[in-house]
């Protein structure tokens, strides 16, 4: 409701002010062990405001992170092996009970196996995490930067683009990349459905046509309020190409 001095938004219960810091709050959350596993893994050789973790740490942030879920990774990084290996010209049979396997390691095992470095590059890693933290631009800079807290009701119930740190790449394509398409439903109020789309599918679809037009993410668990920001989880990895 718009006031002269003011907007009051009604909600659903008492808000208490968050007690930790986004890093916490996801280490310590029992579904997203795979998506810690991967910041480990995208982080490797990185310090300082380069590193995904130091950034979840860091209470000066302000942050929206979309944390996908461990059946959500599990179902890509299947694929990821799965196909690397037919490439290598795996036989089929053995490239699916080889994939199987080793998504059933425990991650941070599964992130620091040598032999998968191929498919899950640091760069690889890094690249579709960073498609999953919000981001905006320095009215200083123009950087694209981790500085935008969204909480559900504050997402269109009309299909919006939300720009992502994949911005903030010097590259011009990531530079210039739409983001991801997100849609907010709502019943009265409160936000009962929220869909995030991401660029790219997997396998890649080649057909310039059908970009935003795979089956979107959900949230499974929304305004997730930290310190530094706030967590949806999601029940699908976005991929920005």
């Known amino acids: 409701m718009k006031m ?10 008492i808000v208490a002010p968050p007690g930790m810091l986004l890093k916490n709050a996801i280490d310590t959350n029992s579904h997203l062990t795979y998506f810690r596993a991967a910041i480990a893994r995208a982080d490797s050789g990185q310090s300082g405001t380069k590193s995904l973790g130091f950034l979840l740490g860091y209470s000066a942030t302000n942050m929206t992170v979309l944390a996908p879920n461990d059946a959500a990774f599990k179902s890509l990084l299947f694929g990821l092996i799965y196909s690397t290996l037919l ?5 089929q049979p053995t490239a699916y ?6 998504v059933a390691l425990p991650p941070d095992e599964l992130f620091s196996r040598p032999e998968l470095f191929g ?9 579709i ?6 981001a905006s631009p320095n009215p200083a800079t123009g ?8 909480f559900s009701n504050n997402f269109p119930a009309t299909p919006a683009f939300y720009k992502t740190l994949v911005n903030s ?29 991401g660029l790219g599918s997997f396998p890649p679809d080649p057909d310039p046509t059908h970009i935003y037009s795979g089956a979107p993410a959900k949230a499974v668990s929304m305004d997730n309020h930290a310190v530094n ?9 976005l991929l920005p190409q």
């Open 97 to 102: 009970s080889t994939a199987t396997s080793y």
């Open 119 to 127: 498919a899950l590059t640091a760069a690889t890693v890094a690249g």
């Open 229 to 237: 920001g706030v967590y949806f989880v999601i029940d699908k990895v």
């Open 143 to 150: 950087a694209y930067e981790p500085n935008i807290r969204v």
């Open 169 to 197: 790449s010097p590259l011009p394509a990531a530079r210039n990349h739409p983001g991801i398409k997100i849609q907010a439903t709502f019943a009265g109020p409160f936000v009962n459905d929220l869909q995030f789309t």
């Open 129 to 134: 995490l960073a498609y999953h933290f919000l």
């Open 87 to 91: 490439k290598q010209q795996v036989p």
């Open 4 to 13: 002269r001095n003011g907007v009051i938004h009604l909600v659903g219960g």
